[in-house]
């Protein structure tokens, strides 16, 4: 039996969208949902149980990243990745293919997997389905994703067809290769490029596995985000109505919303943590990059709609001092923030799917934000 | 009347060490006390809710920083200090003498004050004894401190007589420059660098203008700890009884214990949360370099006998990847960490004067941490 439920609640009536429960071995979660993003085995700059106090249920870590450091045998020996790094909620580890693709140098792809060097060290590797599986197994969460092929999103068909092809080949090695299938979820991945029959082709055969659920991946990767829409329309009818569908990469507001409108349960990105590092933040009128000197005596705080730590004790001109001192609280409060921002707009779109007014919510929403479609 | 009161409750009939209450506009303070150092109006990687879970009641921040920068008209803007970084426990300012010293470039000394480039930008700036206290009047905090010239450990008697006596004329002129002595208390400090007559002397004069408090300046500069308190045992017995005593500079283990058994009632130092950025961290038994490949598969806590949230919820293990991915975390439990160590001990140093008991501490807290004397 699968390690996962989903529980369908209902479809909103004016947008189509879907509220769900994902039952897990750690949690039920309540979708549709944005996962904070927690590469090496921590999302940087918060704790869990700052985590927990913005509302997330689930978070994402990279299954590329501790295989390379600290190695997926010490986070076994630790007792697994929830107790290494203290989360006692679900974790989804992605299989690494994307950063193998993007994050290492020379890579080299074959039938049987991808030798790469790593970033850290240049140091040389291989990794198969099998491996991947191996790793995610290792490292212990509760979601775990097949090895696939991240297709560039300016391949042409040919490549993009036998990428494609290879991704189910892959898939059906990792479906082989999965020790515990009762403990750990694993969901089969549709690519296909910018293709509609290649993707279509993708969603039918990956389906065929039957995968407890499944993401769409090869998108947020550059492509204008007309094309992404797209490619979810032509995608999503093709996934089974009782199982999660995830959108890989994606995190910025309008993408979630439109998104979810598509019929998607589960959304990454490192977006919200990494621009909030860099000092911009997300409000309820857009975005604002707090260490910009128009904020040097503005007292008022990120976003007078936010009921986070960051907006409910300090002002935008302490935060913007401590982005100009370099200090640590600087990115900590900027973590919190967009976090909860995101964490918050997912709770109103539940909110706005359980009372059949999803799109009204987003014209609201985008009345205030301003739709940039960035 | 003045901003604070101090307590003296007893002294610890085996050591002289005092156990006192420090009554401040922004609550009582427990001494002998060490006060964690919030150099940019942030103590580096926490925020004010974990400094009180850690026990801190009274942390200290510097002048000469936030005068650069935000700079203090725009704290005052801010409803003070206080407000600004949301602490509502106490703070002490130092008056920017020792940063002007230490980290400013092309500093020229003369009776009026002292000519300096900022450390940030380069800008020519002048501080006098006025132009102190007016900036910490601005930040506003419980106590503040004289500006004075916290001569160099070389220096030869001639230049630490001028120095000290100068220092004197000065800590005058911050008495009649200061606008709030009913809601600031302002502590002068002795110099008189390595010489028995002119700390005494120092010792006297300060005394005779009657601050509310009294520091001991121009230590932890660089000298042996023997001189150090050579130096504490010639000067503290100068000093009033019914008045705090405050030892600058310094915050290791041994330092504080011989400190405290010297009269001293009040410390600070940047030491613990320094050493915690770079991976190094107290523990019962001694300094452990986090960092050390040793610890990999090392999946105790960093100190089985401490209480911290780093020690109750993480492994050596973790804090290693995450000092090794250098993950914002990292700093983060190291240094709730190493200002937890130093709180407790300072809290088990009351109780041990308490119990006229504290050489008796001591010689235990040694025979465990080894008397480095570092």
Redesign the interface.
């Known amino acids: 039996m699968s390690a996962i439920r989903f529980e369908l609640i209902k479809t909103c009536k004016q947008s189509g969208a879907r509220l769900g429960k994902l039952y897990t071995p750690h949690g039920v979660i309540d979708t549709p949902i944005f996962m904070p993003v927690g590469t ?3 999302v ?4 869990p149980e700052e985590l927990k106090e913005i509302g997330a249920q689930i978070i994402l870590s990279n299954t590329y ?1 501790l295989y390379l ?2 190695g997926e045998k ?1 986070v076994e ?2 007792g697994g990745l929830h107790k ?3 989360w006692d909620r679900a974790i989804l580890t992605d299989s690494g293919g994307f950063q193998v693709f993007s994050l290492s140098d020379l890579r080299n792809i074959t039938e049987e997997g991808v030798t790469f060097k790593s970033h850290i060290d240049g140091s040389k590797h291989f990794i198969s389905p099998e491996k991947a599986i191996q790793i995610e197994n290792a490292l212990g969460a509760d979601i775990i994703m097949a090895f696939d092929e991240c297709t560039p999103y300016e391949a042409d068909y040919d490549y993009t067809k036998n990428s494609m092809e290879r991704t189910l080949r892959w898939a059906e090695r990792c479906l082989k290769a999965h020790q515990k299938p009762d403990k750990q979820a694993l969901f089969g991945i549709v690519q296909g490029g910018m293709f509609k029959d290649l993707r279509q082709e993708s969603a039918r055969q990956t389906v065929k596995m039957d995968f407890p659920g499944y993401a769409v991946g090869g998108l947020s990767i550059g492509e204008p985000k007309e094309i992404m829409y797209q490619v979810l329309d032509w995608t999503v009818p093709f996934l089974p109505e009782n199982k999660p569908r995830y959108l890989m990469g994606v995190g910025s507001p309008d993408a979630l919303l439109e998104g979810v409108i598509r019929g998607i349960d589960m959304f990454d990105c490192v977006l919200p943590t990494r621009i909030a590092r860099n000092g911009t933040v997300f409000t309820s009128k857009g975005k604002l990059v707090v260490r910009n000197a128009e904020y ?2 503005d ?1 008022r705080p990120l976003d007078d709609e936010c009921d986070c ?1 960051a907006c409910k ?3 935008r ?2 935060i913007r ?2 982005f ?2 370099k ?3 600087a ?2 409060l900027a973590t919190i923030h967009n976090l909860r921002f995101l964490l918050k707009l997912m709770e109103d779109v539940r909110r706005a799917i359980m009372e059949d007014s999803l799109l009204d919510f987003k014209e609201e929403f985008f009345r205030k934000y301003g739709y940039t479609n960035e």
């Open positions: 090496q085995a921590t940087k700059a918060m704790t990243h450091r600290p010490l020996k630790a290494f790094m203290n040097a005596e007292f730590y004790n300090y002002s001109a302490y001092h401590l100009k001192a200090e640590i609280l990115a900590r």
